[in-house]
């Protein structure tokens, strides 16, 4: 069983659709360009720790229709995030802060 401050990419690319009805595209990871769906499993499903202590996710950008994806970090704490893919108003976010 899995320490509840664990996290994988897949885990939080499924956590990003179910809120917004979105599928991911395209990801970014550690400097290469996948479509989605051929983007290696070994990255999609490693294991990290998202609670507090050291940055652990994988270093990524993710892109829906309308979202553009990524990590946010404070303190050590690890979660996603998105902004419009293209320009529109919104409310602009703070990664780390509020």
């Known amino acids: 069983m899995r ?19 979105e599928q991911i ?12 769906d051929v983007a290696p499993a070994s990255v999609l499903d490693l294991v990290f720790d998202d609670g507090y202590g050291s940055t652990q996710s994988p270093s990524f950008c993710a892109w829906s229709a309308s979202f553009v994806v990524f ?10 995030d998105k902004v419009p893919r293209n320009p529109t ?10």
């Open 3 to 21: 320490d509840e401050d664990t996290a994988t990419l897949r885990e939080w690319f499924d956590d990003f659709t179910s809120k917004t009805g």
């Open 25 to 36: 595209e395209t990801v970014l990871i550690d400097g290469e360009l996948w479509p989605y």
């Open 71 to 80: 990590p946010v970090q404070y303190d050590g704490a690890e979660w996603w």
């Open 89 to 98: 108003i919104h409310n602009p976010i703070q990664p780390g802060g509020s």
